[in-house]
């Protein structure tokens, strides 16, 4: 029995987790969720996700919440070596830069994308001081991925890791969507998304989120 990912595709977290089972070839099924109606918030996903948040995984008889555990979970059942479980070091690396995308990266594009993407969408006010600001904290986290980019092909060196994969649904809606011209000032940034675009687990999922 496959696996059910409960979420709406379009979403950056659920996308994350869609891209792990891809890689790895797993078997799974999507559930959307109905935001706007509150379906997260029903008791039946209250016990897959104790906060009724989206992603949700369930494999059997066992649920597990949030993407990046979910994600991990996925990888270390596959004994996926996105995770570089055979060496400490990149092991550290490429959790350390896990962190730069959870703690400084991210909120940064989750201003941007929720500004510019969904509150349109649902009819709500675009805050532009706000995107200005996070575009601005953007281009310097950009500077640093620049220059680790420019020294190896991928974060946590010349092999790609979960590291990289983590960037790719936000990173996506920031350039199709928002401030790709943001990306042309980052040369080595922009060639590894390239790189990462060129994946076949990242062209499937691409297709399912603008479906």
């Known amino acids: 029995m496959g696996m059910k990912v409960f979420g709406p595709p379009k979403s950056t977290n659920v996308a994350r987790v869609l891209v792990c089972l891809e890689e790895v070839g797993a078997e799974y099924e999507i559930v959307p969720m109905n935001m706007a109606a509150g379906e997260h918030k029903t008791p039946a996903h209250i016990v897959r996700h104790p906060f009724g948040k989206i992603p949700a995984l369930e494999d059997g008889d066992f649920a597990i919440f949030e993407s990046r555990a979910i994600s991990r979970y996925i990888l270390h059942k596959y004994k996926s070596k996105l995770l570089l479980e055979d060496d400490i070091k ?62 190896y092909k991928y974060l946590a060196g010349d092999f790609i890791s979960f590291a990289d994969l983590s960037l790719f649904a936000s990173t996506y809606y920031l350039i199709s969507q928002t401030h790709g011209p943001l990306y042309d000032l980052f040369p080595h940034v922009k060639a590894w998304w390239e790189a990462i675009m060129a994946r076949p687990s990242i062209k499937k999922v691409v297709e399912i989120m603008s479906a």
């Open 90 to 151: 990149k092991a550290a690396l490429m959790d350390a830069w896990l962190d730069v995308e959870y703690g400084l990266f991210g909120p940064l594009a989750f201003v941007i994308i929720r500004n510019l993407i969904v509150n349109p969408m649902r009819g709500e006010a675009i805050d532009q001081q706000a995107v200005d600001a996070s575009v601005e904290k953007l281009k310097e986290v950009l500077e640093v991925y620049e220059t680790r980019l420019s020294q």
